[in-house]
């Protein structure tokens, strides 16, 4: 039987982070994770996802905001460029709630954030025509961070630190019912003082005991390459999205333009999901693309499956376990969840190494639907 401090299981995004910051403190962590690292079989494949610091909850403005500093570390410690900030547009239909209500929280904290006309858009970014009547909203404190670099550069600055890295070693059985928790893998077992479990879409499988109440969902994306690709690049085009449809996209970063739809797709399970690509999405993916950008000549590229593990609310769950304080749990972070992920890695570090933390997380306990109930 090995023995560590801490361990981590499941080392995705938010897996990888929490051995950064557990590393970056000087605590010794081991972290364990049943695929090879980088693998695209869970959430956090590819090469985009969205940072944004609009959101209609002050709670998620600030937390994107705190996160920002920690991912500039990572950026620096890094031989690519991970974050790039793009600014984001958001726009609607005229009387779009959603649109309003990120509006009104911004200016309610007092965030800068514009409201450029369709006109004025189409100034700053040709590529982009949006209908005379679109109400729109801008903050540049938004763009992209290549996910699957992030991920294996938390991990690579993990290991230098002195972090171990056990691969392709699945979890069978967590037994927290002592102080110390147990883990049974495919290697063996391990003890250890304390356990963070951040298993992303395997969270109803790994944390059963806990009945949270996660729907997981199957995601697609897809990219599309533009007949003269430079007016799409990163700086020439924002991260956009469309409040009515729930689509959005990203620019031409990676091998293409990319888009997807925000909107829960099928429910389904992270060993059985069903990963052929749905050409109806993809259809009106693209034509949603040709309309707001029309005359890119967009060709299609690729797509890919991923899956999003959803709370009811859509609030994520990080914190202690209820029945052991040495086991603390990261999950459903229902399909907004990687720009918080260095921020989230830090904050289970400060839980493990700490037992508190100085970030407001009362609100994602584990043990909130308990109470609801
Ligand atoms: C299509 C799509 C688009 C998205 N877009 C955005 C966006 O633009 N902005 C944004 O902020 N968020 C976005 N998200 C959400 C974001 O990517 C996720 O919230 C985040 O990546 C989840 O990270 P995670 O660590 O919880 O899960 P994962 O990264 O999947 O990590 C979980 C890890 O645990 C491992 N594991 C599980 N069980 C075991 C076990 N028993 N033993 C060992 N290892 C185990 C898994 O193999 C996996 O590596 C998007 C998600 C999808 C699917």
């Known amino acids: 039987m090995r023995h560590a401090k801490i361990l981590v299981v499941g080392l995705g995004a938010m897996g990888s982070a929490a051995l950064y910051h557990l590393a970056r403190r000087g605590v010794p962590a081991g972290g364990i994770e049943q695929f090879q690292i980088g693998h695209a079989l869970g959430s956090s494949h590819g090469f985009s996802r969205i940072f944004r610091n609009i959101y209609p909850h002050p709670l998620y403005v600030e937390l994107a905001e705190a996160a920002i500093p920690l991912w500039q570390e990572l950026d620096s410690l890094a031989a690519e460029k991970l974050m790039q900030f793009t600014g984001l547009l958001y726009f609607a239909r005229p009387g779009n709630r959603d649109i309003e209500r990120s509006i009104e929280a911004m200016e309610a904290l007092r965030r800068p954030i514009e409201r450029p006309t369709p006109r004025e858009v189409a100034d700053r970014y040709p590529a982009l025509r949006l209908p005379q009547d679109t109400v729109t909203c801008f903050t540049d404190q938004a763009g992209l961070l290549n996910v699957g670099r992030c991920i294996l550069e938390h991990l690579k600055q993990a290991q230098r630190r002195g972090a171990t890295i056990h691969e392709q070693v699945r ?66 085009l924002p991260v956009f999205g469309d409040m009515d449809t729930k689509y959005y996209g990203f620019p031409d970063y990676g091998p293409g333009v990319k888009t997807a739809d925000d909107s829960l797709g099928i429910e389904t399970s992270p060993d059985q999901v069903d990963r052929q690509l749905e050409p109806g999405k993809r259809d009106d993916l693209q034509e949603w693309l040709e309309t707001i950008m029309p005359g890119a000549g967009f060709s299609y590229v690729k797509g890919a499956t991923c899956m999003y593990t959803n709370t009811p609310d859509r609030d994520f769950v990080i914190g202690a376990h209820p029945s052991n304080p040495n086991v603390l749990v990261a999950a459903g972070f229902s399909g907004h969840g990687f720009k918080f992920s260095t921020l989230v890695g830090k904050i289970l570090a400060d839980l493990a190494a700490d037992g508190t933390t100085d970030f407001p997380v009362d609100r994602f306990r584990p043990d909130r639907f308990e109470k609801a109930a």
């Open 171 to 236: 979890v069978h059985r967590v037994d927290i019912s002592k102080d110390t928790p147990l883990l049974e893998t495919s290697a063996g077992r391990f003890r250890c003082d304390r356990l963070i479990i951040s298993p992303g879409p395997w969270a109803p499988e790994l944390l059963e005991d806990l009945a949270l109440p996660l729907r997981v969902t199957r995601q697609q994306e897809f990219y599309f390459r533009p007949k003269h690709r430079a007016p799409y690049k990163p700086g020439r």
